[in-house]
């Protein structure tokens, strides 16, 4: 009888250890809930595979309003789980503009004119006149989703996923008040309520990126931000930050601020001003555009809360050279500012501007962007922004990009493949949020 017990025993023993083997290969061949997983055949780098799953693991604790909630579309949150956490302290500056016969009766942006160069002798060695689009765009790269509508849902869908891809958390749109357009597009803030709900489904946050629109002055300014504020504060992709003092603001990039003088700017930013916008429902974090280095304390006098430096090409202005960030810092933190430097793969114009290509910097496939991004870290910012998610006309983009055979010459991402980019900046986000928890400490 005790031989039998521990025959018994023994064979219970084996069958309970081949269930649990079988459970776990079975569980390691399933892809649904992996987070290193994503649409499009994105894959991570395997030296930062190890590093992200730390991320995944332990989240940014952020002073962003409400955290996301659960989907109750399971298709949904299948997709999402694909996806590393959204880092809501990057951001990308992100264009509406665009536009094609399908969703707008005509191609818009796509079009793009070539520019004449201020020097007339000099023009006159350059080609001129539009583009005609879809083989021929006015940018050096070409699209994965060819000559696209920014009023396309599945557009909009692909770049959410795009930008989850990336572990990106915040858009800066681009953004012109109602009725009014750049100089050679449409009007695009009656997009906005679709992006932002597109938006809000990838859990990522949305911020304005306001252009130097006509007339701008420090009324209007005010006008437009109440609008803002009124019309899309409520939504729950618009995105607010907790600041030190413990009020929760939205943040808007100011472009080309120094367009306005200094004076102009207190009325609205300062304190001591009658008509200014701080204590009020409107207040915000405004955060201007530092070009040469005497807008540093242009920016302090007018009453700004932080400084961004936009531009893709290292050197091109004092803001956008990097050896000049840790300085920066330094000035904004002696100043209680807030430093957001503006990093970019890289930046080629010469499909509409043919003369500029002094400023045009190699990708050196990833290289230069890489070396951008450590600069940043370097400088230990509040914030790091991507110039850009998808400035086509400037090559600054990081979306997702194909070779393409035409009568026009493109350049491509080659030899890596078309997320190349979005690869990078996934891992990047993984060491800023690892870096930032540092900082803190």
């Not at 079975?26 to 930062?48: Q, R, T």
């Not at 665009?98 to 350059?126: E, M, R, T």
């Not at 807008?295 to 803001?319: E, Q």
């Not at 500012?337 to 501007?353: A, C, E, K, M, Q």
Request: glycine content about 4%; proline content about 7%.
């Amino acid at each position: 009888m005790a031989r039998f017990r521990r025959k018994f025993c023994i064979t219970l023993i084996a069958l309970v250890l081949l269930v649990l083997i079988i459970t776990v290969v079975l569980k390691a061949l399933s892809p649904e809930d992996s987070p290193f997983n994503s649409p499009g055949g994105v894959e991570l780098f395997p030296d930062v595979r190890n590093s992200i799953q730390k991320e995944n693991n332990k989240p940014d604790q952020t002073k962003m309003n409400d955290s996301p909630q659960p989907d109750r579309d399971a298709h949904l949150e299948a997709t999402l789980r694909k996806f590393p956490p959204p880092n809501y302290y990057l951001h990308a500056f992100y264009y509406i503009w665009y536009g094609n016969p399908k969703f707008d009766s005509k191609y818009i942006h796509w079009d793009h004119p070539q520019l004449p160069h201020w020097d007339s002798k000099v023009a006159q060695g350059y080609p001129q006149g539009r583009h005609s689009p879809p083989d021929d765009i006015g940018a050096n790269f070409y699209p994965s989703l060819g000559a696209y509508s920014s009023k396309d849902p599945s557009v909009l869908e692909a770049h959410m996923q795009q930008l989850r891809t990336a572990a990106i958390g915040v858009i800066a749109v681009s953004w012109y008040p109602p009725n009014m357009k750049d100089d050679n597009g449409d009007t695009t803030d009656e997009l906005v309520p679709l992006l932002m709900e597109v938006a809000h489904k990838y859990h990522i946050k949305v911020i304005f990126h306001i252009e130097p629109y006509k007339g701008r002055d420090e009324v209007n300014m005010f006008t437009n931000v109440k609008y803002i504020i009124e019309k899309y504060g409520a939504h729950p992709a618009f995105f607010r930050y907790r600041t030190n003092t413990g009020k929760l603001l939205p943040l808007f990039y100011v472009y080309d601020s120094y367009l306005m003088n200094s004076e102009q700017w207190a009325k609205l930013l300062k304190h001591t001003e009658s008509n200014n916008i701080r204590d009020t429902p409107y207040d915000a974090i405004f955060i201007a555009l530092l070009v040469e280095e005497k807008h540093k304390r242009d920016i302090l006098t007018a009453g700004f809360d932080g400084l961004y430096t936009y531009f893709a090409t290292n050197g091109f202005s004092y803001g956008s050279t990097q050896r000049n960030w840790d300085s920066i810092k330094a000035f904004c933190d002696d100043n209680n500012l807030i430093f957001i430097p503006s990093v970019g793969p890289g930046y080629i114009d010469t499909n509409i501007r043919p003369w500029n290509f002094q400023n045009t910097r190699n990708r050196i496939n990833g290289k230069y962007y890489e070396t951008s991004l450590s600069a940043a870290l370097q400088a230990r910012p509040d914030f790091i922004s991507i110039t850009s998610f998808n400035e086509w006309h400037e090559g600054t983009q990081i979306e997702m990009a194909i070779p393409k055979t035409s009568q026009t010459v493109y350049l491509d991402y080659l030899p890596n493949k078309p997320a190349i980019y979005l690869e990078i900046t996934r891992k990047w986000a993984a060491i800023f949020g690892g870096e930032r928890r540092k900082w803190q400490e």
